[in-house]
């Protein structure tokens, strides 16, 4: 039987979620594979737990072979499910990679492309995919707001480049929330974006593949609060979702095509899940999550089994992927 070690905690915001969609997936496990946890704690110490569950017991150790114990355990493929910075940006992929052993989902490239909105955006543009107005700050650059307001309009958004699940995210409805909203997204990041806000429906898309991927039924997000922001996603969970959602033939294939070419543009591998805008029949790619989530409410795999992939088949697909990824890889090297 293969073992597979799931990785999961990290440093980021995003912990708790990570931890969530680790037990979802744990519970889930294919039978012909053997999961061991790998909990890492918010300060970057690693474990061996028994579950994603009980974290309390198990040794902590470093992954730096210089520090501590050198604990050797057999692992065939390694699954990480760590969201946001140190986990989804191609860190831990990077230390995979030099490792030199398999693991699922994209790889390094991939993994940061779809971590940093402002290079996923331009990575969006030279594909053709169309974008909504944006624009990148960084803290160490002198900020104009009024040139901000003469570009935009309200409401606009800004967010951290560098962050999932809606952290650090602010709605401006009133130019004198501006200074507020930039000072919250620079608390989290030293680059930000500010994106021109749109009315438009929330459509989200699942992809899973390699060279050739495949996407899902799209699903519709309706926000309970002002945008589906962290609290609504995780917290108070008051959000409505169509699934699958109503749509045209034609708005429905584009918006797979539109799924599919994003999944290429960021060179992503394994999985993900793509992010639009549906403004009546014009489409705007809003992003891509190389490592979305995976708790019991969480789009990316409802819409696979939506699309007849049920959770432990799909588990069992990104196993398969993975290694396949890592064969062809150690051909092509």
Request: glycine share 8%.
């Amino acid at each position: 039987m293969k073992r597979v070690g799931l990785i999961f905690g990290g440093k980021s915001s995003e912990h708790e979620v990570s931890i969530v969609s680790a037990t979802s997936v744990f519970k889930n496990f294919p039978e012909e594979y053997e999961p061991v946890p790998i909990f890492i704690t918010k300060e970057g110490r690693w474990k061996f737990v028994k579950s994603p569950w009980e974290l309390e017991n198990g040794k902590e150790f470093s992954f730096l072979p210089w520090q501590g114990e050198n604990l050797s355990v057999e692992i065939d493929i390694y699954f990480p499910l760590l969201h946001g910075p140190y986990g989804e940006d191609g860190t831990i992929q990077g230390l995979l990679e030099l490792a030199g052993v398999p693991y699922v989902g994209s790889g390094v490239v991939g993994s940061a492309l779809g971590m940093d909105k402002a290079f996923m955006k331009m990575a969006f543009e030279k594909e053709g995919l169309p974008v909504v107005k944006y624009r990148v700050l960084r803290k160490w650059e002198r900020i104009n707001m009024e040139d901000i307001k003469r570009e935009f309009n309200l409401p606009l958004f800004v967010k951290p480049a560098n962050l999932g699940s809606s952290v650090g995210i602010s709605k401006v409805k009133d130019w004198n929330q501006l200074g507020d909203a930039l000072k919250r997204a620079f608390s989290h990041d030293y680059k930000i974006l500010v994106e021109q806000g749109i009315k438009a429906r929330e459509i989200e898309c699942s992809v899973l593949g390699n060279e050739d991927p495949q996407a899902s039924l799209p699903g519709e997000v309706i926000p309970y609060r002002e945008f589906y922001d962290y609290e609504d996603k995780y917290i108070k969970g008051k959000t409505r979702f169509k699934i699958p959602v109503k749509l045209s033939k034609e708005v429905e294939e584009k918006i797979k095509n539109f799924a599919i070419r994003a999944f290429k543009a960021v060179e992503a591998w394994g999985f993900a899940r793509v992010d639009f805008f549906l403004q009546e029949n014009s489409i705007f790619v809003n992003e891509i999550n190389t490592i979305p989530g995976f708790t019991e409410i969480s789009m990316f795999p409802k819409l696979w089994e939506a699309s007849g992939v049920p959770f432990k088949e799909l588990i069992r697909r990104l196993i398969k992927l993975g290694f396949e990824r890592w064969e062809k890889w150690k051909k092509a090297g």
